[in-house]
């Protein structure tokens, strides 16, 4: 990663955050009410305690109980109704009723949604849906952005081939933490995925890190998904046996890839899954083959995670739904005020 990368990324993420003050600061929300459409679908992923500030790649993937909490007002205070994402298909049909709805939805699996998330939501009464990659839960597959993390705060240089030959990554500033993480997540986009996962995962080991013990602190077991199936707030989907981009396997892969992630969620939970969440979910992770691969599949409903409202065009395609990040980088009621009247979405 260059200077040149980094002050991009600076600006993307001022940008975002100007965008959404001036939604929130103007209220021109209110000036264009059709851009809210039939509501939204939210993705989280972590929901924990505010950590230390320091070098945090994954920071985007994690938010506070209390944002999460401030998010759920937000979005009740703004009359949107909350729903389960599986339920949407039917209730957007029906041409009577014109109320807008909220859906929100955790990928991975995470244990933290279970201590942290789910408190908050009953509060609310408000239903969630959570992604179970199999891998994950059975402790065969790591987290490579997690591993990456780890591997990333370490104290000195790292030793690792990203497919040019081994090489140190130096590890001594936050600009050296930032490169090596950086450049492990383009190793893992542009290489074969299994191939660097391996490859991270050694290079992990070789270092004193456990990739799966990172998986085994992290994620839900079997045993814990099944306690929680209990909860009448609580669904269960797919999110495939390897979290891996489904656009770069073959089709037959592709085909187990849902099928047997289904059956596994079946085993743990006890019911078959009615939704799935491709993983990545942007659209060099999803594209019209595995749209029809989720329906051929059995799922009635399946989201990316490109952004976008609940609209009368999502019925067309309820294997494509767009969802909006609840981002760890933006974690202010207003933003969320910005994100559900649809216009930063509007004009991109």
Not at 30 to 52: I, K, Y
Not at 187 to 199: C, G, L, S
Request: charged share 25%.
């Amino acid at each position: 990663m260059t200077a040149l990368d980094s002050l991009k990324n600076t600006m993307k993420y001022a940008a975002i955050r100007a965008g959404l003050e001036l939604v929130a600061l103007t209220g021109a929300g209110r000036l264009f009410p059709a851009a809210a459409g039939r509501g939204v679908v939210f993705t989280l992923h972590h929901v924990r305690p505010r950590r230390e500030q320091g070098f945090a790649p994954n920071g985007h993937l994690s938010v506070t109980p209390e944002f999460l909490a401030d998010a759920a007002e937000t979005a009740l205070a703004e009359g949107l109704v909350p729903v389960v994402l599986e339920d949407l298909p039917v209730v957007l049909a029906d041409r009577t009723d014109s109320r807008r709805f909220v859906c929100f939805t955790f990928d991975d699996g995470y244990r933290n949604n279970a201590e942290h998330a789910l408190p908050v939501l009953r509060r609310y009464g408000i239903p969630a849906t959570i992604f179970i990659t199999a891998g994950f839960v059975e402790r065969t597959r790591s987290m490579w952005w997690e591993t990456a993390e780890a591997l990333s705060l370490l104290p000195t240089p790292l030793s690792i081939d990203l497919g040019d030959g081994p090489m140190n990554l130096p590890l001594q500033s936050k600009a050296d933490r930032i490169n090596a993480f950086v450049r492990i997540a383009r190793f893992v986009a542009t290489a074969e995925e299994d191939h660097a996962v391996d490859v991270i995962d050694a290079a992990a080991r070789a270092r004193g890190v456990d990739p799966l013990a990172i998986v085994d602190r992290l994620v839900m077991s079997a045993t814990e998904l099944r306690t929680l199936a209990a909860d009448p707030l609580v669904r269960f989907g797919a999110h495939t046996l390897s979290h891996v981009n489904l656009r770069r396997i073959g089709e037959e892969r592709l085909v187990r890839e849902l099928k047997c992630s289904a059956d596994a969620v079946e085993r743990y939970v006890g019911y078959r899954p009615r939704a799935f969440a491709y993983p990545y979910g942007f659209p060099g992770a999803v594209g019209e083959r595995e749209e029809r691969a989720a329906a051929n599949a059995g799922f009635e409903v399946a989201v990316t995670t490109q952004p976008g409202m609940l609209c009368p065009a999502a019925l067309k395609n309820v294997t494509a739904l767009k969802r909006v990040s609840l981002n760890g980088y933006y974690q202010k009621p207003r933003y969320v005020r910005s994100l559900i009247s649809g216009l930063p979405f509007k004009f991109a």
